[in-house]
């Protein structure tokens, strides 16, 4: 009827018209592709729609399209597939539709995320938080952390710093490793940071390195500066820096960890501390000598670059340093 009266039409090529009335079809194409003739059109058919069965309409849909669609398609259409499913999200009572769905959800905020769309990410966290169940932490652990750091950088990147740390704590308090709380660590130090609270940032990272064996110090302190800077220098008296581009891949998972809260230092101890930047860029060069190279490495060859050319005077060796650090950037094709 709804051929019959133009109010939809068949966009599948091939495909014309199914006359109703013959015995069989024209122009027959499996599983044809239509289009509402106008978005007025489509809005006058969903308000037919009966008030206690849109939600349910709504479900159906999404389970549907999360049947139809390939893999591909399905992360095309992500969107559609969670919008309609958690318009239907009180009727899915079952445990494993609810984790797949806050699954999915956790997926869509990323995505949103990805996007710069931070308010939608937040909506589509939020709801996959409260999918969980109660004792999620013990039953649905990866799926509960993930949800959780998500939402945490998605509340960070809203501004809304109180929602932030409100989930930053709820992390802390149940994540099972210091690996599992990293990136919690990372968000707080941004968070410290772009409110110019440089000291308060750089104390996270301090708690947050001693946690994974490193040791960053409460005040410069010269001669420890000295001997690091001597230390280092002397693994190196023996290596050409560009040689330094082929050390091998960092997999140590904990040092990377190390590399990373230590990148994300950089800018408080710039503007805090700034007497601390020898030390910083010698440790992650040093750490890097130790376990290889990582994207990361590049940051510390920079600044221990920048140290020699400006602090000590050696703007050759540092001016190699810079050059290694782009030559690894390169390679990791960053």
Same mark, same amino acid.
């Not at 559609?80 to 699954?103: K, P």
């Given at each position: 009827?709804?051929?019959?009266? !133009? ?12 006359? *109703?009335?013959?015995?069989? #079809? ?34 159906? *849909? ?121 990136? *919690?660590?990372? *968000? ?25 064996g490193v040791e960053l110090p409460t005040s410069p302190d010269e001669s420890l500066i000295s001997k690091a800077l001597q230390t280092l220098g002397s693994k190196l008296q023996d290596r ?11 997999t140590n998972s904990q040092t990377q960890a190390a590399m990373q809260l230590l990148r994300r230092l950089v800018t408080p101890i710039f503007q805090g501390m700034p007497s601390l930047t #020898? ?25 221990? !670059? ?6 000590? !005077?050696?703007?050759?060796? !540092? ?16």
């Open positions: 009827k709804a051929l019959q009266e !133009g109010l939809i039409l068949p966009i599948t090529e091939g495909y014309n018209f199914i006359q *109703i009335d013959a015995q069989s #079809p024209t122009n027959y194409v499996a599983n044809p592709i239509y289009k509402f003739l106008h978005d007025r059109v489509q809005q006058a058919a969903y308000s037919l729609i009966a008030e206690n069965q849109k939600q349910a309409t709504h479900l159906k *849909i999404g389970q549907l399209l999360l049947q139809k669609y390939s893999d591909i398609e399905r992360e095309e259409k992500l969107f559609d597939i969670v919008g309609h499913l958690n318009q239907g999200i009180e009727l899915i009572n079952q445990l494993s539709e609810r984790e797949a769905l806050a699954q999915l959800n956790l997926e869509a905020g990323g995505k949103a995320r990805n996007s710069t769309a931070y308010a939608a990410a937040n909506i589509y966290l939020q709801t996959g938080i409260e999918l969980l169940r109660a004792n999620c932490w013990q039953s649905q652990y990866e799926l509960t952390l993930n949800l959780y750091i998500a939402a945490t950088e998605a509340a960070y990147l809203n501004a809304d710093l109180e929602v932030m740390e409100q989930m930053a704590a709820q992390v802390l308090q149940n994540a099972q490793t210091i690996l599992d709380k990293v990136k *919690i660590y990372e *968000i707080s130090i941004a968070a410290q940071t772009s409110q110019g609270k440089m000291l308060e940032a750089i104390a996270v990272g301090r708690r947050a390195l001693l946690q994974l050409q820096t560009e040689e330094l581009v082929d050390l091998p891949l960092m #020898p030390l910083l860029g010698s440790m992650m060069v040093s750490l890097s000598l130790q376990f290889g190279n990582a994207p990361t490495s590049s940051v510390g060859y920079a600044i221990h !670059g920048m140290v020699l050319c400006g602090f000590l !005077g050696e703007v050759k060796t !540092g001016y190699g340093f810079g050059k290694l650090a782009l030559n690894l950037l390169e390679q990791f094709n960053v």
